[in-house]
């Protein structure tokens, strides 16, 4: 089987889209802000999981990046985590290392928010977010350095942090009913996420299936979802980030299983610059399923 699967492997030509530059001016780094958010939906019951994984970044071929992401999913509970750091020709050209956290709950099997952390520093300056969330709700947010007060900017409005999903635990989707996870089901939805400074939704749709298979970890098939762009709040129109981001329609995300849950994470995502493509991709994608464990009356233990 496994070298029936490697045949199928080594058939696919993965070719990175060819991108028209334009957006001169542009900063790579938005895109890869947004391949890296995604919803949720409700899990199955007593499905719990972890991943383990390491993800190399490349624009136009050349590596700039790497990262390391851990998921937990419990019964009632969820926690994801990943660092990141430049590296090769761009670490020449910035020292941006960063941590992103978040936690949260399932209600009735609804995957609901409860915090989300990011830092990002760059040399001697430090961004960074923090969200309290409850019910879907921003409860609180300490954003350092403040948002500037252009006025320019769309107003980000109590209305407009209702109902919302932070960018980490947006990453993590779930497939509805009770076949195989990792089918076009998974990409219909839209998304309303709010990274602590802008309010955007993004829509999913099935786009194909693919094949993939990681240094280490998974080797099988992935769904691959069309990702567009939709700015809410928050942000500045006249931007050229924004307009490109916004027209972009060659966005994608390439989602494989977490083992022993109904959940999806990004093996693969990708997406154009002005400059080349940028694409983001496991090397190691260690998905292993943690059943519940029940003690002598029946009760679970976590």
């Not at 977010?129 to 709700?137: A, E, H, I, M």
Request: aromatic share 6%; hydrophobic share 40%; glycine share 8%.
């Amino acid at each position: 089987m496994r070298a029936g699967c490697d045949a199928r492997l080594n058939g696919l030509r993965r070719s990175p889209p060819e991108v028209s530059p334009r957006g001169e001016g542009e900063k790579p780094r938005h895109t890869l802000l947004l391949i890296a958010a995604f919803a949720a939906a409700p899990l199955s019951a007593h499905a719990q999981g972890k991943l383990d994984a390491s993800y190399t970044v490349t624009l136009a071929g050349i590596p700039i990046g790497k990262g390391e992401w851990t998921i937990e999913i419990s019964d009632s509970h969820y926690s994801a985590s990943a660092t990141g750091a430049a590296t090769g020709l761009m670490r020449v050209l910035t020292s941006a290392h960063g941590a992103t956290n978040a936690t949260g709950t399932f209600v009735d099997g609804q995957l609901v928010a409860s915090t989300y952390f990011s830092t990002i520093t760059n040399y001697k300056k430090t961004d960074s977010v923090r969200l309290v969330v409850s019910g879907g709700d921003v409860k609180e947010a300490k954003i350092d350095p403040p948002q500037d007060n252009d006025p320019a900017r769309v107003p980000l409005t109590d209305a407009a942090q209702k109902g919302i999903i932070d960018p980490m635990s947006a990453s993590l989707l779930r497939t509805p009913g009770n076949g195989d996870p990792v089918a076009p089901e998974a990409c219909q939805r839209a998304l309303p996420v709010f990274d602590g400074r802008i309010r955007y939704d993004l829509q999913l749709a099935f786009k194909r299936m693919e094949l993939v298979k990681a240094d280490k970890g998974y080797a099988g098939p992935v769904v691959v979802c069309a990702v567009s762009f939709t700015p809410m709040a928050g942000y500045i129109p006249s931007r050229a980030t924004i307009r490109y981001i916004s027209k972009t329609r060659d966005i994608e995300v390439w989602l494989a299983p977490i083992a022993g849950t109904r959940m999806l994470v990004p093996f693969r995502a990708q997406g154009p610059t002005p400059i080349g493509p940028v694409i983001f991709e496991a090397e190691k994608f260690v998905a292993t399923p943690m059943p519940s464990r029940a003690s002598i009356n029946g009760s679970k233990i976590q």
